[in-house]
């Protein structure tokens, strides 16, 4: 999975030649996963299966937005639910409300089968992702890519003074800004 393209990165970077495509490309798929682990949740289009234990009211599904034209049910306790009677979803947030007051013992499992995140293409990059989680995207492989040659070097030193970078595997404060939009939230609501 990756979130943008070579050819993005390439614009991002003013570079027309191909002679970092290959390191492009490590950087952008790392980038990817490590921006997927911080927004808290998944991001590629696949069937999934989540159990929640406990009388929840509100459940947080790992992969969104849920795609409601594919298969999507929802279990309490071995026994299909109905949408609308039994429950709510936020298709666009994979919020799913239950109509219903769950004790939270004894023990209670709610199952959601359904298909959530964004499709990828035939590359493997992810299509109709927001625009703020690929310019997330395409800032941190810019400033990795500058960054290549002095990985690890935080501060430089000179007769007129001194500069500090970042780490250049921090994530940089406006990636994280951007990010904060499209994080998943925590399960207890």
Same mark, same amino acid.
């Given at each position: 999975m990756k979130l943008v393209s070579i050819d993005d990165a390439k614009i991002a970077l003013e570079k027309t030649d191909s002679t970092h495509d290959e390191l492009l490309d490590l950087i952008i798929l790392g980038l990817s996963d490590r921006i997927e682990a911080a927004l808290n949740r998944k991001l590629e289009a696949l069937s999934r299966?989540?159990?929640?234990?406990?009388?929840?009211?509100?459940?947080?599904?790992?992969?969104?937005?849920?795609?409601?034209?594919?298969?999507?049910?929802?279990?309490?306790?071995?026994?299909?639910?109905?949408?609308?009677?039994? #429950?709510?979803? +936020? *298709?666009?947030?994979?919020?799913?409300?239950?109509?219903?007051?769950?004790?939270?013992?004894?023990? =209670?499992? @709610?199952?959601?089968?359904?298909?959530?995140? #964004?499709?990828? +293409? *035939?590359?493997?990059?992810?299509?109709?992702?927001?625009?703020?989680?690929?310019?997330?995207?395409? =800032?941190? @492989?810019?400033?990795?890519?500058?960054?290549?040659?002095?990985?690890?070097?935080?501060?430089?030193?000179?007769p007129d003074g001194s500069v500090t970078k970042f780490s250049a595997f921090e994530l940089l404060p406006e990636v994280k800004d951007l990010l904060k939009l499209y994080r998943k939230p925590c399960q207890s609501m």
């Open positions: 299966v989540e159990k929640f234990q406990g009388g929840q009211t509100y459940l947080g599904l790992q992969a969104f937005p849920v795609d409601l034209t594919k298969p999507f049910t929802v279990k309490f306790n071995g026994s299909a639910m109905t949408i609308d009677d039994d #429950y709510y979803v +936020d *298709a666009g947030n994979g919020i799913i409300t239950l109509h219903l007051e769950l004790p939270p013992w004894p023990p =209670m499992v @709610t199952e959601v089968t359904y298909t959530g995140g #964004y499709s990828p +293409d *035939a590359e493997g990059i992810l299509t109709n992702i927001p625009s703020g989680i690929k310019r997330a995207c395409l =800032m941190q @492989t810019v400033f990795e890519f500058r960054r290549r040659k002095d990985i690890g070097l935080t501060g430089v030193n000179g």
